[in-house]
């Protein structure tokens, strides 16, 4: 499988690609000095200790020392997304807010095109945590019986519509129509596949029904478009703007409108962008799983505070790094007033996402109590004064 180096060194993966993650940001790696009095005994708890800490790994630890499981990471593995929405890891990462949390622990990173494959990277242990969309993380907690992630805080919510060719005035034009999404089984994908369902339209995975979706990596969607081989998209920012400015395209439905506040308490809001820990990797290094989120609340911070040009500029270097292009001021501009970065989560809304997903084809039913672990966030808000973060009653709060 092929992978992209980006000039600050970090990986990005397209939907299906794996790679070994390289430093964003190199560090020397913590050590653990051995007293030579300690003994044999304390010289081979102590190996294993160090063994543990420096390989990364999200593997058993039940049978490491409690020392080692309190200890922080060696290194924290991330991912996220060249994405618009994904702007608190992209601004976290640029401006140093996470490396800075994270002390002696070395941040390295991978940039993914959607959430299936950043999800598969996570459970093969390539990465310890990611930024990532409501609905894989779902999935992969459905399939794993609750046993492969947490999440661990919201990031972005809003910033996606279905954005069509301007013939396309309702719904009842779609019939025959081909769209697209990022990736089989992603939000924007279940978003799509569960309002097609309300318009009574059938769609299946392979791509069949009364409506074919050919999910397909963001850039090629452009071009696609562009070329009069889809007929439309539902799509995160910068995509949508990017396909309404630079293709000539039409919203049809923005999902804000389908969001009425009724499970969340925030009208219009829905949770587009969270970010979600392995969860061996955080039973394993608690105190580097609480300095992540230091840099993704100060992160969150930057993003609501910073005037609309700094914040376009990082943004948009940021964007280069990860991606390698940067984005038009009118695409950036289009796209920002679209989202509202937070660190909530919206927990309200995941019964919801779940049943979509089943309704879609791309999860099973089942019970998600237990998906959110926000101890850590309330630990870190509290700490700044901020107002502590309900689970909705499926984890820890």
């Known amino acids: 499988m092929s992978s992209h180096q980006n000039p600050e060194g ?9 790679a070994k993650p390289q430093s964003s940001n190199p560090k020397r790696r913590r050590t653990l000095g051995i007293g ?18 420096l390989s990364g790994t999200t593997g058993n630890t039940s049978a490491q020392p409690a020392a080692a499981a309190a200890a922080p ?59 990532i969309g409501p609905n894989p993380a779902i999935n992969s907690f459905v399939k794993s019986q609750g046993e492969s992630v947490s999440i661990i805080a919201g990031a ?4 996606a519509q279905l954005v069509v060719k301007p013939g396309i005035g309702t719904a009842a034009d779609l019939k025959g129509k081909t769209l697209s999404t990022p990736q089989l089984g992603g939000t924007q994908d279940v978003a799509l596949r569960a309002w097609l369902a309300a318009q ?39 995509w949508a703007s990017r396909l309404v400015l630079q293709a000539g395209a ?18 219009g809001e829905f949770p587009t962008t969270i970010l979600i820990v392995n969860k061996k990797f955080a039973a394993a290094h608690a105190e580097t799983v609480k300095a992540l989120l230091k840099g993704h609340a100060e992160s969150v911070t930057w993003l609501n505070s910073a005037a609309a040009d700094e914040k376009s500029t990082v943004i948009n270097a940021a964007l280069k790094e990860a991606s390698g292009a940067e984005l038009k001021p009118d695409v950036i501009e289009r796209s920002l007033k679209n989202i509202v970065f937070t660190v909530d989560p919206l927990a309200g809304a995941y019964k919801k996402l779940l049943q979509d997903g089943v ?26 004064g901020g107002s502590k973060v309900s689970a909705a009653g499926l984890g820890k709060d």
């Open 10 to 18: 970090s990986t990005r993966i397209v939907a299906g690609q794996t």
């Open 36 to 53: 030579i009095a300690a003994g044999l005994v304390a010289l081979i708890a102590g190996g294993a200790a160090v063994a543990s800490s």
């Open 73 to 131: 990471a060696a290194e924290l593995r991330l991912g996220y997304f060249g994405n618009v929405t994904h702007a608190p890891a992209l601004v976290g990462v640029k401006e140093g807010f996470i490396a800075k949390s994270l002390g002696e622990t070395k941040l390295s990173t991978q940039v993914f095109n959607a959430g299936p494959a950043a999800i598969e990277a996570l459970n093969a242990g390539a990465i310890d945590a990611t930024y």
């Open 156 to 159: 972005a919510a809003g910033g």
């Open 200 to 238: 009574g339209y059938k769609t299946n995975t392979d791509g069949s029904g009364d409506v074919a979706i050919n999910p397909t990596e963001n850039a090629q969607t452009l071009k696609l478009f562009q070329d009069g081989k889809l007929d439309g998209a539902w799509l995160p920012e910068p």
């Open 250 to 267: 039409k919203v049809l439905v923005d999902e804000k409108d389908l969001w009425d506040g009724s499970l969340t308490g925030k009208p």
């Open 359 to 384: 309704d879609a084809g791309t999860t099973k039913q089942a019970d998600i109590s237990g998906i959110f672990d926000l101890t850590a966030l309330n630990s870190v808000t509290a700490e700044t």
